[in-house]
Nanobody
Framework: QVQLVESGGGLVQAGGSLRLSCADS????????MGWFRQAPGKEREFVAA????????YIAPSVKGRFTISRDNAKNTVYLQMNALKPEDTAVYYC???????????????WGQGTQVTVSS
C-alpha cells in the first residue's frame, strides 16, 4: 500500500524557491514511478514532472522546464520537487502521485497525496 504525504508548500515571492517533498509511509515506494501535478483554482489538474522508480528517467512539463527539478531518494521513501525562479502562475495546489510506470497522464496514477498549497506573490 502506498500512502503519500506532501510537505514544503507555502508563500514565496516571485523569483524565489521552494522544495516540495512527498513521503510514502508504505513499503513499496521503490517499485513505483512518481509524479507531481498541480491544480490552480478553476483549472484542470496539470502535469508538472515525473520520475521513474530507479530515478533514471524524468519528464518535465515545458512550462516549468529549466526551473523545476524532480528527484527521489528511495532509501528515504521520498520524492522531491525543487522549484526555482517561481512565478505567480505557478500558484496552485501541488499533488504527488504514484504509478506502476512513468507517465504524464494523471488518470494513470493509482495513488495520490492530499496536496500542498504553493502561493507565489508578485
Amino acid at each position: 500500500q502506498v500512502q503519500l504525504v506532501e510537505s514544503g508548500g507555502g508563500l514565496v515571492q516571485a523569483g524565489g524557491s521552494l522544495r516540495l517533498s512527498c513521503a510514502d509511509s508504505g513499503r513499496t515506494f521503490s517499485g513505483y514511478a512518481m509524479g507531481w501535478f498541480r491544480q490552480a483554482p478553476g483549472k484542470e489538474r496539470e502535469f508538472v514532472a515525473a520520475i521513474s522508480w530507479s530515478g533514471g528517467r524524468t519528464y518535465i512539463a515545458p512550462s516549468v522546464k529549466g526551473r523545476f527539478t524532480i528527484s527521489r531518494d528511495n532509501a528515504k521513501n521520498t520524492v522531491y520537487l525543487q522549484m526555482n525562479a517561481l512565478k505567480p502562475e505557478d500558484t496552485a495546489v501541488y499533488y504527488c502521485a504514484a504509478d506502476q510506470e512513468i507517465t504524464v497522464r494523471a488518470g494513470s496514477y493509482d495513488y495520490w497525496g492530499q496536496g500542498t498549497q504553493v502561493t507565489v506573490s508578485s
